[in-house]
């Protein structure tokens, strides 16, 4: 059997795992991953908006929208004007929300130790190291994709015409 030939499941089933064990971690404090993920990116950019925090966190801008709803109405985070363009509104970590960080960075570096048992610091190091060239490789692969399709027009693409506008 090759064992790199089923590499892409082998990550997606410890992502998944890593993510059971974690939410089983915080369910006590009444909070979802995402919420987690919105909450601790936020704390680290203070002042982005919304569809930044989106982008960041990977969350469907329409999901985020809630999820910053119940967290403002928990006192957790605030809007406040965004200062150049009447439009946006900057988020900002309230008070209130530093126990609950503290929390999730404890369950967080709980389930990292749970994940790592039994390697050795040089092991860590090595697998985090590869770990972040492999993903390298794959926002590289991405870009040259994205890069790609702008220059070669898609050929499954149609092409309008008069004759295709008239018909309808």
Known sequence: MDRIAHLGFLIKDIARLYVRVFEQR??????????????VYLSRNEGVSQIRLAELTGIDPMSLVRILDRMEGDGWIERRPHPTDRRARQLYVKPKAQPLLEQIASESDAVRAQTLAGLKAQERSVLIDLL????????????????????QPSASRPRSTKSSRSAR
């Open 26 to 39: 915080v369910q006590h404090m009444g909070v979802t991953l995402d919420q987690c993920k919105a909450l």
């Open 132 to 151: 972040e060239r492999a993903h390298a490789n794959l926002l590289e692969a991405r870009v040259d994709e994205a890069a790609r399709s702008e220059v």
